[in-house]
């Protein structure tokens, strides 16, 4: 069986009647051209010619070059898109880093654990007890979800630069993960070689 005959046989239903109108006019056109001489022969086929080009440059070259136009449109949106999600997928592993190295300075998550007792230990060892003003926790923050900060306020008072220095290194060498977050020093006016220190403790556990 001819493949082709299904193909011709629906091309026939639908242009056939359109093809049986203009058979006669096809016939004359043929009839007339037949009868030119062959300069206008000649004539008659180059403005086919042109005809031919411009039919092809408008129904099919166009088309091809707008659909091609277009693809690399979408393409190059494609490739937009990919950038994004790349870039979204970097920023969330560099987040997810972060985070890693914030709750490894995170001081553990235990209910005996005290700021408060740190700090006066640390600082009754490097500056002595007497020199501690006053030492008061403060109010505990969430500062992100999973997070909570502890805040302690010290004041030490009549210390000498040294002291301050190995205050100072006392807290940032404990076990426990803590930072000054604000120091304040004052000279005294009987001693312009002994200050008052004003400093903020803070530390950070997860999950508290």
Known sequence: ??????????FNEAFGPYLQRIRPLTSR??????????????????AGGVLGLFLIYNFIYLPI?????SLETTIETRHREISDVQHLV???????????????????????FSLFSVIEKSLTQSVGHDKIASIT???????????????????LQNVNLGQIVDALY???????????????????????????VDITCIALAKGA
């Open 90 to 112: 970097d920023t969330y592993l560099q987040r997810k880093k972060e985070l890693q190295e914030a709750e490894k300075a995170t001081v553990p998550v235990d209910k005996n």
């Open 170 to 196: 006392g807290v940032k060498t404990l076990t426990a993960p803590v930072a000054v977050s604000n120091l304040r020093v004052t000279r005294r006016t009987q001693d312009t070689h002994s200050f008052d």
């Open 65 to 69: 070059v707008d659909w091609r136009e």
């Open 1 to 10: 069986m001819n493949p082709l005959k299904p193909i011709a046989a629906q």
């Open 29 to 46: 056109l043929k009839s007339r051209y037949e009868k030119l001489e062959s300069r206008e022969s000649l004539l008659v086929q180059i």
């Open 137 to 155: 926790p403060g109010s505990d923050r969430k500062v992100s979800d999973g997070f909570t900060q502890y805040t302690v306020e010290v004041k």
